[in-house]
């Protein structure tokens, strides 16, 4: 017969287990909310020129500083989490992202510009910190998948802003429509403060990695690889988010409605993608089939989006370079925790280098499409020199090796 004592230890450890699945509820909403608000004063920015009578360039300045500024802190943000506890940092990423909620209350340019840029630092501690925490609540397998769902809700939040901040703003203003998307962040930052609980989490006030190990942890082959795969990609994917639009009206001759109809591919395909990304690799292929096979669609589809003419070849082009900007992101993610063996400092750490190489490429490949467009009156080129950086990836596939991980440690 079992002792009371024995059945209450018992209930005690699944508790934790069962309580995942709030926490995983949490972190796909943050991962959400955070996607809401990262591009959603793009559509907007024709208002916010208007308004505050400002220029294009100080306009951008509001999506490309928020960029700056995630990549900025990625690298010593894994100290930072060390030091403040994964739960702390999470709960202060989430709040700092909901900030944005006081837009309507912003009443210039500069003060929107700092709202924008306090989003950007907690756009950076939510990405930084996922890992870590996902180690804590999650199996390996589980945390794959995890990493497949937030990756995809992350899409779906950047879809739904795009498609639907211009039409909310003409009810409510734009001011307040950059609100209603703040408030959704707001109310999960408020839901994690109560309910947010990271097993076996502490405040690390000594023995914790400094910033000068940082250079000796991502110098394993296998992390550059990595580092350099995603940042080429994305290289591709924000250049060709930001310009298509303007692209496909000026050349191509599509309405402003199709051109952002067509461009909102990328990040609607990438929903199912990335699901795919995270499902697949627990039964089918290696790691590196997930690198190799993107960087294939991405070789394709980049070029076509732009190259070809005819509508049925730039959807297609649209659809290859949605899946294969996705459909890796489960796998990279998974294979940085394994090479550093989970250990949860040093997977923030590596996560804070991802944000970091990949935001200076987001944040530089607009302007220089842009720059590009100005000085040669095509966007071509600018457009060629993204694709040929998306080849990182497949590159990257080629050479990773298909044996067992070795861990930079």
Known sequence: M??????????????????????????????????????????????????????????????????????????????????????????????????????????????????????????ALVLITTGPLLLRWFRPKEVLVMNG?????????????????????GVLGWQNSLSVFGAIGLVGAAAWTVLGKVPGDSVRKSGSMSIREIPRLIRNRQIVLLLLADGGVLVQYTALTAWLPAFYTEVRGMTPTGAGFATGLLPFIGVFAVLLGGFLPLRFGTPRHYFIWPGILLAIGGPASFLLGSSTGIYLGLILVGIGSWLYVPTLLSRTMELVRNDPERVAVVWGSLLTFSGLGM??????????????????????????????LLCAGVAMPGGRVQSPR
């Open 2 to 123: 079992t002792s009371v004592s024995e059945y209450s230890s018992r209930a005690e450890a699944l508790q934790p287990r069962r309580y995942r699945f709030l926490i995983a509820g949490l972190v796909m909403a943050a991962h959400f909310s955070v996607g809401l608000n990262l591009f959603t004063i793009s559509p907007l920015l024709g208002d916010v020129i208007r308004d505050y009578e400002i220029n294009r360039g100080s306009a951008g300045l509001l999506i490309a500083l928020a960029l700056l500024v995630a990549a900025g802190f990625g690298l010593p943000g894994g100290v930072v989490i060390s030091r403040l506890g994964i739960a702390r940092s999470y709960t202060v990423g989430w709040w700092l992202a909901g900030l944005m909620t006081l837009s309507f209350l912003a009443p210039n340019y500069l003060s929107l510009l700092a709202l924008r840029l306090s989003f950007g630092l907690g756009f």
């Open 149 to 169: 769902l937030n990756t995809a809700v992350l899409s779906l939040g950047i879809a739904i802003s795009i498609a639907t901040a211009a039409p909310l703003a």
């Open 363 to 392: 944040f530089i490949a607009p302007i220089m499409v842009g720059s590009l467009r100005d000085l040669t009156g095509s966007y071509l080129p600018g457009f060629l020199i993204t694709s040929i950086a998306a080849l990182t």
